[in-house]
């Protein structure tokens, strides 16, 4: 179904599509909300690519090489062996059809196994059905609230933390 492999710097252009649409963005990370101009997105892609304290995968599909978004982990602590599992998928036509579960099921496997970390916790916005559910699949338990932690469409909404530990995986 899909496949994890390092993004590129000519994947740029993909994500200038996917941050103009305010559905794919909504609950992804606030920078992508403020992003406007293609030269912004292009400096925000070379950080992300240069970012050695985070694992940065494509989402490609299997058959095709389609690349549907990213994912990862940020903020790796090796000495607290811990990090913190993002996720965007930019193409609305995966939406829905179980990419967000096995991906994270993947870069869950790849924080446990290859970078030996004890714990990946996330933050998901509440209304975010889908991501939470994705997440739960995946083994992420809730364990904790942020209240009113996210201004969309001129209204707050909670974040819960989420988190997985490699004895529960």
Request: glycine content about 10%; proline content about 2%; charged content about 20%.
């Amino acid at each position: 179904m899909i496949t994890l492999a390092p993004l590129q710097p000519e994947h740029v252009g993909h994500f200038y599509k996917w941050i103009k649409d305010p559905e794919v963005i909504e609950y992804s990370l606030s920078a992508f909300q403020t992003m406007t101009t293609e030269a912004q997105i292009d400096a925000w892609f070379a950080r992300t690519l240069r970012d050695e304290s985070s694992l940065n995968r494509g989402i490609f599909t299997t058959d095709t090489q389609e690349l549907l978004g990213y994912a990862g982990i940020s903020g790796i602590s090796r000495l607290n062996q811990s990090g913190e599992y993002f996720i965007f998928i930019g193409e609305k036509a995966h939406w829905g059809r179980g990419v967000g579960t096995e991906v994270t099921k993947q870069v869950l496997a790849l924080g446990f196994t290859e970078l030996h970390l004890n714990r990946i916790m996330l933050t998901v916005s509440e209304p975010n059905v889908g991501g939470v559910r994705a997440y739960q699949k995946a083994g992420f338990k809730v364990e904790g609230r942020l209240r009113e932690a996210c201004l969309r469409h001129g209204q707050f909404h909670d974040k819960l933390i989420m988190s997985v530990l490699k004895a529960e995986w």
